[in-house]
């Protein structure tokens, strides 16, 4: 018999230590956590067969749609048995006001970086997969140089630009008390501080982490995106400092995009660190 499960939301941008951090949540025997998953695609299809526009819209009540959500969610997780499930999405910052009215107490984490060291890290991938065409681009041009890929990540339906635009809209919702967002840096840096935090936002009992010994890796899914080692997680908790591959031009002109810095018009929760001048 399936067990109901408590859900909670990992999201934020691409490279940015989501992957890590669903590494660490898992080693707690009551969580659940992995790659992105194909709920919140079913969810969107879901909507759009019984809103506004569809045939069945007259047919199908608000309690009936919050139903066959709820349903989705809990016959989609229905073999998992850990009471705790952190469904990943890039999308789900953006959902925070249907979230929380499926969820009441959910919560949703998203993990950031400097968006510079973002495309970078892209960058890096693509340039180690040289005989792959990603399917991170339609073509020729938007594959052909390195300001071409990173423009085209930065695209507000793209890998970079849809996350980011997501998050700034939870960052700044009435809905945002439910969002923690954590730096990548410093989860990285100093896992041991970050953890008991995010435990606190959940309202879960700390667990002891073993930093040293993390063990997650999908080459499948890699490679079906066409970059491998996309989410291969190292398998101890650590920070690596490096000059980027960027031309400066572009390096600067992605830097300047961390609006989570500034708290001051936002009602969510940010552990982050002030950033210090990049090398370049």
Not at 111 to 136: F, G, H, K, Q
Request: with cysteine; proline share 6%; hydrophobic share 40%.
């Amino acid at each position: 018999m399936a067990i109901p499960h408590t859900f909670h939301f990992i999201s934020g941008l691409p490279r940015s230590g989501s992957t890590l951090l669903s590494a660490i949540l898992r080693q707690n025997p009551r969580f659940h956590a992995g790659v992105t998953s194909p709920v919140a695609s079913f969810v969107g299809t879901l909507l759009g067969q019984v809103g506004a526009g569809s045939e069945w819209s007259s047919q199908v009540s608000l309690e009936q749609r919050r139903t066959l959500l709820r349903g989705l969610f809990e016959n989609y997780y229905a073999d998992i048995a850990q009471p705790v499930v952190f469904d990943t999405n890039r999308t789900w910052s953006a959902k925070l006001p249907l979230l929380l009215d499926l969820f009441p107490s959910t919560k949703v984490i998203a993990c950031v970086r400097n968006v510079a060291w973002v495309m970078d890290s892209l960058e890096r991938l693509i340039r180690a997969n040289p005989y792959e065409n990603t399917r991170l681009f339609a073509n020729d041009a938007e594959r052909g140089t390195v300001h071409a890929r990173v423009d085209t990540l930065a695209q507000r339906t793209r890998l970079v630009g849809l996350p980011w635009h997501a998050l700034k809209e939870g960052f700044y919702s009435e809905q945002g008390h439910a969002l923690l967002v954590i730096d990548y840096e410093l989860l990285a840096r100093r896992p041991g501080e970050v953890l008991p935090l995010i435990y606190k936002f959940l309202g879960e009992e700390s667990f002891a982490h073993d930093f040293e010994r993390l063990e997650f890796d999908t080459p499948d899914y890699d490679v079906e995106l066409g970059l491998k080692g996309m989410h291969k997680v190292r398998p101890s908790v650590g920070f690596e400092t490096r000059t980027t591959l960027l031309p400066p031009d572009l390096f600067r002109q992605y830097a300047q995009m961390s609006f989570w810095l500034d708290t001051k018009a936002s009602r969510a929760n940010v552990i982050t660190v002030r950033e210090e001048a990049p090398a370049e």
